[in-house]
């Protein structure tokens, strides 16, 4: 579909905390998982439930790197669309991000968080971002969009 969907911060389950101060989130300097999939900060899982969940960062560069990606509109929303040899698609909207309160770059920035902390830097998580900010970590605190995997 179209739609954005939700903003979370990796860790927060419901995509309610809007606070820029990292000891605000579930996941704490000295507790943090390396993975939050399928956990109680998985926001797919929380919000979906059953066999769905948070896509790893194995995943995610699985589908950037092993599709065809086309800058597109679909239904007035700027986005990507991924193919893959099978002929399968799936669109992801440019959703922007949420900082604080304030949601910025709709239509511009492309950023999706995976389940897996960046191992490099605890205020950090991965994901697959672009636009403004090509890079691969990201802020556990900024609110990005999460694409659900499904486990069958």
């Known amino acids: 579909a179209e ?10 389950a419901d995509g309610q905390n809007t606070s820029t101060d990292y000891d605000q989130y579930p996941c704490r300097p000295n507790d943090l998982p390396s993975t939050i999939i399928n956990t109680p900060y998985d926001m797919a899982n929380t919000n979906w439930g059953g066999a769905w969940r948070i896509p790893s960062i194995s995943e995610m560069r699985e589908l950037f790197v092993g599709c065809a990606m086309e800058i597109i509109t679909y239904k007035g929303i700027e986005g990507r669309k991924y193919t893959g040899v099978t002929g399968e698609s799936i669109f992801l909207p440019c959703a922007g991000y949420r900082e ?20 490099r830097d605890y205020k950090s998580a991965l994901g697959e971002f672009s636009g403004h900010y090509a890079a691969n970590h990201e802020d556990r605190y900024i ?6 995997v499904c486990d069958k």
Do not use: I, K, P, T
């Not at 604080?100 to 191992?119: Q, T």
């Not at 609110?143 to 659900?148: D, E, F, I, K, M």
């Open 3 to 12: 739609q954005c969907g939700g903003y979370f911060g990796w860790g927060d």
């Open 143 to 148: 609110g990005c969009s999460v694409r659900a």
């Open 100 to 119: 604080g309160v304030n949601v910025e770059c709709v239509g511009v920035c492309f950023r999706y968080w995976s389940g897996d902390l960046d191992s």
